[in-house]
T-cell receptor, first 113, second 109 residues
Framework: SQTIHQWPATLVQPVGSPLSLECTVE??????LYWYRQAAGRGLQLLFYSVGIGQISSEVPQNLSASRPQDRQFILSSKKLLLSDSGFYLC????????????FGEGSRLTVL | QKEVEQDPGPLSVPEGAIVSLNCTYS??????FMWYRQYSRKGPELLMYTYSSGNKEDGRFTAQVDKSSKYISLFIRDSQPSDSATYLC?????????FGAGTRLTVKP
């Protein structure tokens, strides 16, 4: 069966510091991978998605970037965090590019102070 | 008009009640319809997945899709305190996926 792992679960970082959130998927090949941010009462905002190694599409211009160095690994980064980057970040994968079922990781709660 | 509208709640019901959660959408290209359950501080968990119009039942849960009205529902029978969570509707098609903002449900013992 497929599993998705996301870490760290909780992160407190000062403004201006770098960020790296990591996500890996097991039990499947060539998954489509996604990073979402969830704000209270505002639903899920798609940040990045990837259909293959090195292929990243950005949905929202911002202070964040994403990379996919391996087939089942997806990384969300920032060189300098802003207060507005605080939030709940979710990695997800799907078996098809047509946006069928989407499976989420446990999430990473980022607080920027 | 938002692409997906979901009753915000919060919704509080007694144990054993039937719960109805609903979403409306505007994009007629959506073909896949999903309901996610999200416990506090956790990632959303896929609860129900349906394709096109009709009903799908899984235990105490029934998902209903009416494409002609652009309306989807999730029914929970014999609700339990463990059902207390935020429920997100989602729909997708042609490379686009949208989520509702979520309905927070509390089932009181």
């Amino acid at each position: 069966s497929q599993t998705i792992h996301q870490w760290p679960a909780t992160l407190v970082q000062p403004v201006g510091s770098p960020l790296s959130l990591e996500c890996t998927v097991e039990g499947t090949s060539n998954p489509n991978l996604y990073w979402y941010r969830q704000a209270a009462g505002r639903g899920l905002q798609l940040l990045f998605y990837s259909v293959g190694i090195g292929q990243i599409s950005s949905e929202v211009p911002q202070n964040l970037s994403a990379s996919r160095p391996q087939d089942r690994q997806f990384i969300l980064s920032s060189k300098k965090l802003l207060l507005s980057d605080s939030g709940f970040y979710l990695c997800a994968w799907s078996p098809s590019a047509g946006y069928g079922e989407l499976f989420f990781g446990e999430g990473s709660r980022l607080t920027v102070l | 008009q938002k692409e997906v509208e979901q009753d915000p709640g919060p919704l509080s019901v007694p144990e054993g009640a039937i719960v109805s959660l609903n979403c409306t959408y505007s994009n007629s290209a959506f073909q896949y319809f999903m309901w996610y359950r999200q416990y506090s501080r956790k990632g959303p968990e896929l609860l129900m997945y349906t394709y096109s119009s009709g009903n799908k039942e899984d235990g105490r849960f029934t998902a209903q899709v009416d494409k002609s009205s652009k309306y989807i529902s999730l029914f929970i029978r014999d609700s339990q305190p463990s059902d207390s969570a935020t429920y997100l509707c989602a729909m997708s098609g042609w490379g686009d996926m949208r989520f509702g903002a979520g309905t927070r449900l509390t089932v009181k013992p």
